[in-house]
């Protein structure tokens, strides 16, 4: 048994006498060899393949966002380390194909730190510029001792547009997080599901691997047409320029906004707003302060700055709306039968209630107003005279249908909530009640009034406003198909014709709304100007809403300019302005053409005067007292 035992043990000691000798042997001739695949095996076990966030597309398919693709030049010490005669062959190529990076720069980053894995070289590089080195990388005949150097593959984001519809489209910062617009209501949408690659490099650089491929994010087919867009943004930009050198220094107003919309779905064809944003380079201020002045600015006040410019005013912002909102008071009682249609109100210049002195527009008075009369000229004495006969309860419930106080639930971020900015039937007093027919005293968003108007006019059907039509993947199948959403009806169809019949006059040679009117085109609107909190200082909110053509309207326009670049703020016309120039250029583009004769009249209006006249239009708000939801 001893002599077995000797035997077995004998034979187990010079087979594991051999093992090592074979192991020193290996690593004598092949040592290298196997120490890169563990190496390789190490660093590439686990890469993250990353996913193509979706673009944002416009209505007929143009890109607005996009993601392309960008490269990062990655030096890894460890495995160039791993020996020694690679590391100036590998220095010579990358300098070859990068001249702009300095060899005793590497040379010295290599030393200091041998075993760092992750070093950047460069950043952003595009597919054309990462040629060289890939042809490198590729000839193992011509360049055998490349090692540790391989490329991160990233993807940048990109607005070919720049500021253009940029408060919609909005922004990402480099983690793929969505910032205001679209960007940030759609971005688990619009974002994918990160790839994963398993495996490892071979010393004949040959992957042997398993690869998870990454789900790459769905593409928005916005609302937005971008020649719309276009127009839109372009008519703001030259009414800033035209009147910055007004009584203030800078710009031709506090805030401008403009909305375009179909009315007959809730599409938002285009919504732009000044100051705005760079969606390429959001943080940029330059246009708005010099150097020197930013200079000076801590970093909380350039990132408050920078916050009110990412939020989309026609949508954040609360407003009183002034004589715009009169078409609804006049659609309560008509839709309501509180008014039959054929009344007549005195105005004298001015309304007293509860011993508090409220004028008109026009403080010597309009004489015998019909209700037509009345939204032609903003007659604020006889929209008060309308409210005693539409009673609170009416009234109230009137601007629940229409949505003032609620929000539209747009498809874009931050939207302004109103309900506590508005009055209820248990605390409307009789001033209150007088005050919010001719709309002041309580407040509202431009998306909140234009989705409301568009169902005055197109037969009462209020739609959802929204801004975007569809979700596709990424080979262009539907994913999700957003139906346009009837959410309610407003007013009756003959109420709505009536209503239209009433704000045609408004357009006409004698209407407070002459300087919007197309010659040639059928149309109808109402201007608005509001005296702004505190009252008496002078400052306004000049508006004007239409649509066109007249008989089956295909296109609303929304124009606000709060607090123009003038000596007297006090005029519409200024919204007109930029609403006639608008609609001069988008309704041959929008196949929208002349409907009726041009007359000489609107000839004389469109020849003969300027918006800075101020002939029109005069402060519609002189009422005094407490106001509901101040600025």
Same mark, same amino acid.
């Given at each position: 048994?001893?002599?077995?035992?000797?035997?077995?043990?004998?034979?187990?000691?010079?087979?594991?006498? !051999?093992?090592?000798?074979?192991?020193?042997?290996?690593?004598?001739?092949?040592?290298?060899?196997?120490?890169?695949?563990?190496?390789?095996?190490?660093?590439?076990?686990?890469?993250?393949? =990353?996913?193509?966030?979706?673009?944002? +597309?416009?209505?007929?398919?143009?890109?607005?966002?996009?993601?392309?693709?960008?490269?990062?030049?990655?030096?890894?010490?460890?495995?160039?380390?791993?020996?020694?005669?690679?590391?100036?062959?590998?220095?010579?190529?990358?300098?070859?194909?990068?001249?702009?990076?300095?060899?005793?720069?590497?040379?010295?980053? &290599?030393?200091?730190?041998?075993?760092?894995?992750?070093?950047?070289?460069?950043?952003?590089?595009?597919?054309?510029?990462?040629?060289?080195?890939?042809?490198?990388?590729?000839?193992?005949?011509? $360049?055998?001792?490349?090692?540790? &150097?391989?490329?991160?593959?990233?993807?940048?984001?990109? %607005?070919?547009?720049?500021?253009?519809?940029?408060?919609?489209?909005?922004?990402?910062?480099?983690?793929?997080?969505?910032?205001?617009?679209?960007?940030?209501? %759609?971005?688990?949408? @619009?974002?994918?599901?990160?790839?994963?690659?398993?495996?490892?490099?071979?010393?004949?650089?040959?992957?042997?691997?398993?690869?998870?491929?990454?789900?790459?994010?769905?593409?928005?087919?916005?609302?937005?047409?971008?020649?719309?867009?276009?127009?839109?943004?372009?008519?703001?930009?030259?009414?800033?320029?035209?009147?910055?050198?007004?009584?203030?220094?800078?710009?031709?107003?506090?805030?401008?906004?403009?909305?375009?919309?179909?009315?007959?779905?809730?599409?938002?064809?285009?919504?732009?707003? %000044?100051?705005?944003?760079?969606?390429?380079?959001?943080?940029?201020?330059?246009?708005?302060?010099?150097?020197?002045?930013?200079?000076?600015?801590?970093?909380?006040?350039?990132?408050?700055?920078?916050?009110?410019?990412?939020?989309?005013?026609?949508?954040?912002?609360?407003?009183?709306?002034?004589?715009?909102?009169?078409?609804?008071?006049?659609?309560?009682?008509?839709?309501?039968?509180?008014?039959?249609?054929?009344?007549?109100?005195?105005?004298?210049?001015?309304?007293?209630?509860?011993?508090?002195?409220?004028?008109?527009?026009?403080?010597?008075?309009?004489?015998?107003?019909?209700?037509?009369?009345?939204?032609?000229?903003?007659?604020? !004495?006889?929209?008060?005279?309308?409210?005693?006969?539409?009673?609170?309860?009416?009234?109230?419930?009137?601007?629940?249908?229409?949505?003032?106080?609620?929000?539209?639930?747009?498809?874009?971020?931050?939207?302004?909530?109103?309900?506590? @900015?508005?009055?209820?039937?248990?605390?409307?007093?009789?001033?209150?009640?007088?005050?919010?027919?001719?709309?002041?005293?309580?407040?509202?968003?431009?998306?909140?009034?234009?989705?409301?108007?568009?169902?005055?006019?197109?037969?009462?059907?209020?739609?959802?406003?929204?801004?975007?039509?569809?979700?596709?993947?990424?080979?262009?199948?539907?994913?999700?198909?957003?139906?346009?959403?009837?959410?309610?009806? #407003?007013?009756?169809?003959?109420?709505?014709?009536?209503?239209?019949?009433?704000?045609?006059?408004?357009?006409?040679?004698? /209407?407070?709304?002459?300087?919007?009117?197309?010659?040639? $085109?059928?149309?109808?609107?109402?201007?608005?100007?509001?005296?702004?909190?505190?009252?008496?200082?002078?400052?306004?909110? +000049?508006?004007?809403?239409?649509?066109?053509?007249?008989?089956?309207?295909?296109?609303?326009?929304?124009?606000? +300019?709060?607090?123009?670049?003038?000596?007297?703020?006090?005029?519409? #016309?200024?919204?007109?302005?930029?609403?006639?120039?608008?609609?001069?250029? &988008?309704? =041959?583009?929008?196949?929208?053409?002349?409907?009726?004769?041009? #007359?000489?009249?609107?000839?004389?209006?469109?020849?003969?005067?300027?918006?800075?006249? /101020? #002939?029109?239009?005069? =402060?519609?708000?002189? !009422?005094?007292?407490?106001?509901?939801?101040?600025?």
């Amino acid at each position: 048994m001893q002599k077995k035992l000797l035997v077995v043990f004998s034979v187990f000691t010079l087979a594991l006498i !051999a093992l090592i000798g074979r192991l020193m042997y290996i690593e004598y001739t092949s040592g290298d060899k196997y120490e890169k695949i563990v190496l390789s095996q190490q660093e590439y076990d686990s890469t993250t393949i =990353p996913f193509r966030r979706g673009d944002i +597309v416009d209505t007929k398919g143009t890109i607005l966002a996009t993601s392309k693709d960008v490269y990062n030049l990655i030096l890894d010490c460890k495995v160039l380390n791993s020996d020694k005669t690679d590391v100036e062959p590998t220095i010579k190529a990358i300098v070859q194909a990068f001249p702009d990076l300095q060899a005793d720069t590497i040379r010295n980053l &290599i030393k200091k730190s041998p075993k760092s894995q992750y070093n950047i070289l460069k950043k952003e590089l595009s597919y054309d510029q990462i040629q060289t080195m890939e042809t490198i990388l590729n000839d193992q005949k011509k $360049y055998p001792n490349i090692n540790g &150097i391989w490329f991160e593959k990233k993807y940048e984001r990109s %607005y070919p547009y720049g500021s253009i519809g940029s408060g919609v489209v909005g922004f990402t910062t480099n983690d793929n997080s969505g910032i205001a617009g679209i960007e940030n209501y %759609y971005n688990s949408t @619009l974002n994918g599901v990160n790839g994963r690659e398993y495996g490892y490099l071979n010393s004949d650089n040959n992957f042997q691997k398993t690869i998870k491929n990454a789900v790459d994010g769905d593409t928005i087919v916005s609302t937005i047409d971008l020649n719309i867009q276009s127009v839109v943004d372009q008519q703001i930009a030259a009414f800033q320029e035209k009147y910055r050198n007004g009584v203030r220094a800078g710009a031709g107003s506090k805030n401008t906004g403009v909305i375009v919309m179909n009315p007959n779905n809730g599409e938002v064809l285009a919504m732009g707003y %000044y100051p705005n944003y760079n969606s390429a380079n959001p943080r940029d201020l330059s246009a708005y302060y010099t150097q020197e002045q930013l200079n000076t600015m801590s970093a909380d006040d350039k990132m408050n700055t920078l916050n009110n410019l990412w939020q989309n005013w026609c949508v954040t912002h609360t407003y009183e709306p002034g004589s715009t909102a009169k078409p609804f008071t006049v659609s309560a009682g008509i839709d309501s039968g509180k008014l039959k249609g054929n009344e007549t109100y005195l105005c004298t210049g001015s309304e007293t209630i509860d011993g508090v002195t409220i004028h008109c527009v026009n403080r010597s008075g309009h004489g015998l107003e019909t209700i037509s009369d009345a939204l032609r000229n903003s007659c604020n !004495a006889a929209l008060m005279q309308m409210s005693y006969a539409i009673g609170v309860d009416t009234f109230t419930h009137y601007q629940n249908v229409f949505g003032f106080g609620l929000k539209t639930n747009i498809d874009l971020p931050g939207e302004a909530r109103t309900d506590s @900015l508005i009055y209820s039937a248990k605390n409307m007093s009789a001033i209150d009640l007088a005050t919010n027919a001719f709309g002041q005293n309580f407040n509202t968003t431009m998306i909140q009034l234009a989705s409301a108007f568009c169902s005055v006019v197109n037969g009462g059907y209020y739609y959802q406003p929204h801004v975007v039509k569809k979700v596709t993947d990424a080979s262009g199948n539907t994913v999700q198909d957003m139906s346009d959403t009837l959410v309610k009806q #407003t007013i009756s169809q003959s109420t709505s014709d009536t209503l239209k019949g009433y704000l045609q006059t408004v357009v006409q040679p004698n /209407g407070t709304g002459k300087y919007a009117k197309i010659p040639g $085109y059928s149309m109808g609107g109402k201007t608005g100007t509001a005296q702004k909190l505190p009252r008496g200082q002078g400052n306004y909110l +000049v508006s004007f809403i239409g649509y066109v053509p007249q008989k089956n309207p295909q296109v609303v326009i929304y124009v606000i +300019v709060d607090e123009p670049n003038a000596a007297d703020e006090a005029h519409s #016309t200024f919204a007109q302005e930029i609403t006639k120039n608008i609609l001069t250029q &988008i309704l =041959p583009y929008m196949n929208i053409y002349q409907d009726e004769p041009i #007359t000489a009249a609107e000839t004389a209006v469109t020849d003969n005067t300027t918006p800075s006249e /101020g #002939t029109t239009d005069t =402060p519609e708000a002189t !009422a005094t007292g407490t106001t509901k939801g101040a600025q």
